[in-house]
């Protein structure tokens, strides 16, 4: 109850957008390989932003 007005970190958002990313990545994969693609380079950018922040 006391976490309900807590900000999330900015590798906490980060890391939720990686996933959502990936997640992405994975259902497009048997459809459009090329949206594909680019969303797992996407989600790679923002692991590298992940490690900087680590």
């Given at each position: 109850m006391f976490g309900l007005f807590?900000?999330?970190s900015k590798k906490d958002q980060l890391?939720?957008?990686y996933k959502k990313l990936l997640k992405e990545s994975?259902?497009?994969s048997t459809t459009n390989?090329?949206?594909s693609d680019s969303k797992a380079f996407e989600a790679e950018e923002i692991?590298?932003?992940i490690e900087?922040?680590?």
């Open positions: 807590k900000k999330k890391y939720k957008h994975h259902q497009f390989r090329k949206l692991m590298k932003q900087k922040i680590s």
